[in-house]
């Protein structure tokens, strides 16, 4: 098997449903590497977690679709 990787990482934050109820699309977000360096982006879709049935994922991107890290 192959696998490749995407052009640009996707980044998700998983909540509970009870989160995620409060939480509307266009939100500012932003994500924190270790180094320190931030990233800007909006939260967008729902979608359920794989991992956990009382969970879901909150998708983060921008408002013009390009990558959140600047990739």
Known sequence: MLFTLPAAPSFKITVTKPQAAVITSGLSATIRTPEGTTWEGITGGVIPSAE????????????????????
């Not at 969970?55 to 890290?69: M, Q, R």
């Open 52 to 71: 956990e049935s009382e969970a879901v994922n909150i998708l983060i991107g921008t408002a013009d679709g390009s990558p959140v890290c600047g990739a």
